[in-house]
């Protein structure tokens, strides 16, 4: 795609950077000529043309500088800037989990506060992890307070009374001694944690245990544990363990992931390329061998095993979770290395060993399920595993003491400098060696291996309420937003993207005649052409006069062929000029009405009927007389790298756009006649659009018609709860003060069916409640 450029016929200076003359007569416009007590933060991204795709790394350098500004040496970004960033209110960055610009665009009507507040948007590259990925692999961020089911970094732990009545454990279970039936999840539980269940939506094709036996107090336990290697798919398992009630190993095998590993998290799981380069075991073999090896009445034990059987695709009727077998107040959890060395005196996750043994974790979970049978509920409440845990943290802190006594600047600036190196940058470890403590409030939580483990006894709502609350108190936040486990499967999201696509290609093709037998179809494809760039143009003899069916490459060609040669003489004859008829385009008005008035497109134009043989230089010229033209967009072929027939045009002010729009119209240059209309898709959904456009049949298969109608009843909920996330960060944002930078993540993801790319929406909030330019 080509490069935008300014006005003035040199390539753009780097995003963000502008010439010393216009950088200073923005700058005092902005601040109006305030004193420097009341300048405000500013921020400046010019994100046009192919400079709107942003990588993680580019957007860990905008996060950092926000928040630590140029007192701790971090830079600028080098793709945006941020003018005034001492005067900044706070950063909140809200992430919704699992999204992509596919859920953007697909309910692109339900996110009105989305589109119409946040100006500046770029596409994210897809991360299978992102929230682990954003505090940086493996970090050391320990939750210190939480409310239900929320992970939070902000506050003081502080112990919880010595009164066993009180004690979590004592209010889950009661005091007497029970069998290991009381402890069992019900299926209500098992729903709620997210395991696989018979039934349930993004479980098709998973395997059955078929251990359906009643269970009893003396039915056997067995152990269970995984680890898992980030693949093209997503987590998939490459080493699975099962230990019986002895705790003698019987299974503790390697396997092979389905699709292409991208990060072996070695450090973590252990494993390394070398040893799967001979491992033939697949997936099914381990779930063959399970099925034969568990009785059928066996219980599963492990440390969220949700995630175990979920990389594992079976299904178990019966399970006990140490995770949530250990009560904690408000839904929090102990992370199965602490409860291993409190309660059974065992070191479990030695540093010094490379990665986890899941045949050790999965026998101390066993161990640790045993022990609470055994001992009964009072027995384990008098451990105080909350007060061990306060213990352990203040422990850490004294270590600290003797640091405290150096210079602030100094000490933070070495503590900095010896930071343990990490694949990509941790800034909220460079926060709390500041003294800043950032807030992370979510449904997902970190653990010890870097990965998101879910916790999800919080609702969106109930993270709304908590975040209006502790968001004004903390001065760096991150809000984490989820979906449920049936609107992120594979299946449903390779369904969805069918959808678009399919709507895309819909709203990008026109039918147009009749025309006369004979007609002259070079004469109309040049009339077509001028509308913008054709992907195909078909004649179509099947009706009683012919007819032409043609596909366009970006939206603006298609509305500027309906509204400017619908009853137009062409070749001969009168024609009408429409778009397909179907369901998808019922409300296609509505949508291209919505996209002319978001704030994105405030101020771009559309140009078409342009030359393939004119240059950028020709273009600067021709439009050069044009009033506060600020950038010129000529795209390129994402295959060919030629240029479109087509460029944008972006103006200072809305008016000069307009005023435009009534000039170009008619104009000819090197003897083309130009068409122009306000634009849809000129930044990052241009480059989206072409990308979708040209996907279809290539991620994943074709997705059947069948399976397509059958996702209507789970979309329409899906609708619903879009609109919903929404107003809660609509909600959100209102009650942020001035001057704060706030920026919305659609992460993106990895799937079978592809990746999706992500999207990016930020701002600084105004007086209005606007994102500022």
Known sequence: MAKAVCLNGHKRPAAGREDAPAARKRRKEAEGGRGPAEKSPRLSAALFGEDCEITRDQLYELLKYAA???????????????????????????????MSQLHFYKFYLQFKHLRKVFRHRFTLTPSANFLASLCGEGANLKPQNTAQGLTSTSSECIPKSSDLQCDPIILKYGEKKQGLTSYILTLEEQKKNYYPMKGSPGCQGYVHTECDQQRTDSSPLFGLDCEMCLTAKGNEVTRVSLV???????????????????????????ITKKMLLPVKTRLPDIQTRLKKMLPPDAVLVGHSLNADLQALEMIHPSVIDTSLLFARNEGRRFKLKFLARAVLGKEIQCEEKLGHDPAEDARAALELAQFFIEQGPAKVAELNLEML??????????????????????????????????????????????????????????????????????????????????????????????????????????????????????????????????????????????????????????????????????????QLAVESLDGAEVAGSCIKVQRPVTAAVLDCDVLIKELELDVENEGVIYVAGLKKSVTE?????????????????????????????????????????????EVINGWTVKGSKLRSRNALASGHLWRWIWQMNHSSGKQGGNISHEKIEQLSDTEQDLRKKMKKLDQHIKKLYRSLQNNTLCVVLFPGMNSTHGSQSGLGLMGIKDDGGRSAC
């Open 617 to 661: 230089m020709d273009l600067q010229e021709e439009f050069s007389q044009l009033k506060d033209l600020e950038t010129l967009f000529l795209p390129k072929d994402l295959q060919s790298g030629k240029h479109r027939n087509c460029c944008f045009l972006k103006f200072q002010k809305s008016e000069s756009a307009l005023d435009a729009l």
């Open 68 to 98: 630590l500004g140029k007192c701790h040496n971090a830079a600028q970004p080098s793709w945006c800037r941020i003018y005034h960033q001492s005067h900044l209110a706070g950063v909140v960055v809200i992430v919704l989990h699992e």
């Open 389 to 558: 845990l306060t213990t352990e943290k203040l422990a850490e802190g004294s270590q600290n003491k003797a640091a405290a006594l150096q210079p602030q600047g100094c000490r933070v600036q070495k503590q900095l400098n010896e930071l343990p190196h990490l694949s990509k940058p941790c800034f909220l470890e460079c926060l709390q060696v500041t003294g800043q403590k950032p807030l992370l409030l979510g449904r997902q939580e970190l653990d010890s291996s870097g990965l998101c483990q879910s916790n999800l006894s919080a609702s969106n709502k109930q993270i709304l309420q908590r975040a209006l609350e502790d968001v004004p108190l903390s001065t760096f936040s991150i809000i984490q937003f989820s979906l449920g486990p049936e609107y992120v499967t594979s299946p449903f999201l390779a369904g969805l993207g069918e959808k678009v696509r399919s709507k895309l290609t819909d709203m990008l093709t026109i039918y147009a005649g009749p025309f006369e037998e004979g007609f002259c179809l070079k004469s109309v494809k040049k009339e077509f052409g001028r509308c913008g760039p054709m992907r195909s143009l078909t004649v179509i003899t099947e009706t009683y006069q012919p007819y032409v069916c043609i596909q366009y490459e970006v939206l603006e060609a298609a």
């Open 244 to 270: 019986d009630a002895q705790g003698q190993c019987l299974l503790n095998e390697l396997v092979k992931p389905e699709t292409t590993v991208v990060n072996y998290r070695t450090r973590f799981s252990g």
